[in-house]
């Protein structure tokens, strides 16, 4: 499952999809909202999709983890919009039949999905809002 959505996201849920007799293994990442960044006070986030593009990237990003990768299921769920701070951004679930295979998908999609896909982040501070990359 690829997903973008503005809902919070359910961990739950996705901790129970993809169970297979055939992982032995099961990683979750959550990216959450943390309060500094860069030694300034947080906030809270908003981010940005080019919706259908960043859907269709995630895909492309899932498929390759697919290929590279010894794994029963993959699920990629980030969120849009409005997030405070504990809040979470992004939830990768990676099932494999081994540890070290669903340990190097999952770290083969957050780094794959922070460098390529089209999803924006605005940190917003006391002292104003920043995109982030784009500025100290």
């Known amino acids: 499952m690829i997903e973008i959505t503005t809902a919070p996201i359910d961990v739950a849920s996705l901790l129970a999809r993809g169970e297979s007799a055939q992982a032995g293994a099961l990683v979750l990442f959550l990216g959450t909202v943390r309060g500094s960044t860069r030694g300034r006070r947080v906030l809270r986030l908003e981010y940005e999709a080019f919706g259908e593009m960043a859907r269709a990237e995630l895909e492309r990003v899932a498929a390759a983890a697919r290929e590279r990768h010894d794994i029963t299921a993959l699920d990629v769920v980030h969120r849009v919009g409005r997030l405070e701070l ?5 939830a990768i679930a990676v099932r494999a039949p081994h540890r070290d295979a669903a340990f190097d ?7 794959a999905l922070k460098e390529t896909v089209p999803i924006w982040k605005k940190e917003f501070f006391e002292d104003g809002a920043v995109w982030a990359g784009a500025g100290p």
Request: charged content about 25%; aromatic content about 0%.
């Open 86 to 90: 504990g809040e979470v951004a992004v």
């Open 105 to 111: 998908a999952c770290r083969s999609v957050i780094d």
